[in-house]
């Protein structure tokens, strides 16, 4: 007995070492011969090799991606040649995309391919991509250190494993635009209205409501009518400032969160129903617009920028220019960014977007015979910053240049590029590849910026909001691994409880539904029920943990 128990653990013990062995190994054999050392990206190879690519191109600006300006200056650094598939973006490229799986033409790469994580794990099954694993970790040194710095590593490589344990795209971005951690729930309160009435910025939920008061009240635009909007937003991104003062409320997958491991929603809980109760008594004294609920930007900013004078005192959006138009008085007035309120309780959260990032920008198909180089060619993107600054911004030394005047970035930090000119994507100046998911790499906030500028201004706000942020171990991930039929199931459950989410908040607001009354709460946590919110949290439970 005790032999076949040693036996057994040695058997065991050397599947493990054979399935390390497999993990570490090439997936596709290749003659490296001809490739330059590691790191070396100009040429990445002593001979020419072409790459056949699938690439939904800008019909905008580029005329042709054989001839463009990018197209052209890349292959002279790297020595490979892209032979393109001439297709537009949308439908067209979807159809040519799909075309070539059912044939099984595929090229050697898809670039911005469009597919989802579920088609991906799909075709993955079916051995169409080669997994990457092996490369991201012994043939791109530049990618490895640019996913270090700005998520962590193996947080990155979570991120991008499919449930059969095998990476097939490459995830990019993390770096673009700051402030978009925050999308579009930054709160901007008018600061000639503060000025005026004596007040300051109020950093709990009782001083907001006193603050809403007063600009209903005291005539902060001094035109003695009471044509003031203490505040007016779009429902989504109130609920998503102050649900937040109340409890972790995400404003993305159906407002998941994680709590010790275990999935969970926001709106079941006693602090959701509080935070509805607060709501409920703003929209009845009239402090909230009675048009929120339909309200969008456009219609906001017609108000702030009314010829007699703004009429807005608080609203919710992504950016000032959203609302305000630049460059005037209330634009200025609305670079006052208040931060995260602090609820009854003491909570104060930001919803944090830590997925800001875009997934599988890069693919390599079964039939390309040279996958190592193809990874150490696109190493080079983070390897040398004018690359993908170049991709997305034009000619160096005419769109951009690298800065060198001890000039300051949109972070406040020296800057490293600087936009001279930008071209027209309304004009086909085929001078690169515009602004893509695959080349969103370079650093939006070491970008040269003026103090005053919107985005140096949003910058400065945004740092505000990272200290609210919730903890990246409560942060439920939105690109998940699910095979098709599952992510169909999902998508259904999901699309049902929004839709009762939004009916639900904007009835218990208005006084619809009474949000005091015990038996009419049941009967909500009912509905969710019969909808199929357990279902739903058990599919991204299982999910999640495949993830981890």
């Known amino acids: 007995m005790k032999n076949t128990s040693r036996v057994l653990a040695l058997a065991i013990a050397l599947l493990m070492l054979l399935g390390i062995a497999v993990a570490e190994a090439r997936p596709v054999a290749e003659d490296t011969s001809a490739y330059n050392e590691l790191g070396t ?8 090799f072409t790459l056949r690519v699938l690439m939904p191109l800008p019909p905008a600006s580029v005329t042709d991606i054989q001839t463009n300006a990018f197209t052209v200056m890349l292959e002279e650094m790297t020595g490979v040649h892209l032979q393109f598939e001439q297709v537009t973006e949308g439908d067209t490229f979807n159809d040519v995309r799909n075309l070539m799986f059912a044939s099984d033409d595929l090229p050697d790469i898809l670039i911005n391919s469009g597919l989802s994580n579920a088609e991906i794990a799909n075709y993955g099954s079916q051995n169409m991509f080669i997994p990457l694993n092996y490369y991201i970790e012994n043939c791109m040194p530049a990618y490895r250190a640019y996913l270090d710095e700005f998520i962590g590593y193996d947080t990155a490589l979570s991120q991008m494993t499919c449930a059969d344990g095998n990476i097939y795209g490459v995830n990019v971005g993390y770096s673009q635009a700051y402030h978009n951690h925050v999308g579009g ?25 006193d603050m809403l008061v007063a600009f209903r009240d005291k005539d902060p635009n001094g035109n003695g009518l009471r044509d003031e909007k203490p505040l007016i937003a779009s429902y989504k991104s109130m609920r998503s400032f102050l649900v937040n003062a109340f409890c ?21 809980s006693d602090e959701y129903r509080e935070a509805l109760k607060y709501l409920k008594l703003l929209y009845r004294e009239n402090l909230i617009d009675s048009t929120t609920f339909t309200v969008k930007d456009s219609n906001v900013k017609e108000l702030t920028m009314a010829p007699g004078g703004n009429t ?58 040279y996958p190592e180089l193809v990874c150490r060619w696109y190493d080079a993107f983070f390897a040398d910053v004018r690359i993908p600054l170049a991709c997305a911004e034009g000619i160096e030394g005419k769109n951009w240049e690298l800065c060198t005047n001890g000039e300051i970035g949109i972070n406040g ?50 740092t505000k909001y990272e200290p609210h942020k919730v903890p990246f171990e409560n942060y439920m991930p939105t690109k998940l691994w699910l095979d098709a039929a599952t992510s169909a199931k999902c998508v259904a459950y999901a699309t049902d409880i929004a839709s009762f989410l939004d009916e639900s908040y904007t009835f218990f607001v208005k006084g619809v539904y ?14 969710l029920e019969v909808i199929g919110l357990s279902d739903y949290l058990s599919i991204q439970q299982e999910a999640y943990d495949a993830m981890k």
């Open 312 to 369: 807005v005192g608080v609203t919710m959006s992504n950016a000032m220019t959203g609302i305000s138009t630049a460059d005037t008085e209330q634009f200025t007035g609305f670079t006052n960014v208040l931060e995260p309120l602090t609820g009854p309780e003491g909570v104060s959260y930001c919803v944090w977007n830590y997925e800001q990032y875009d997934a599988n920008v890069l693919l390599i198909t079964k039939n390309c015979k």
């Open 413 to 462: 930090e020296p800057a490293v590029w600087q936009r001279l000119s930008s071209y027209a994507t309304t004009t086909a100046v085929n001078h690169c590849w515009e602004s893509r998911p695959f080349n969103n790499i370079y650093n939006h906030s070491t970008q040269a910026s003026k103090v005053g500028a919107q985005a140096y201004e949003l910058y400065k706000a945004t």
């Open 514 to 527: 009474d949000v005091h009354d015990d038996e009419k709460w049941n009967w909500y946590l009912n509905e």
């Open 248 to 268: 972790y409320d995400s404003a993305t997958n159906t407002h998941l969160w994680v709590d010790d491991g275990e999935v969970k929603c926001a709106y079941t």
């Open 41 to 48: 990206y100009s040429p990445v190879a002593s001979e020419k």
């Open 185 to 209: 729930y930054k709160c901007f309160v008018y600061k000639p209205w503060l000025e005026k009435l004596g007040l300051e910025n109020p950093r709990t939920t009782d001083e907001f409501y």
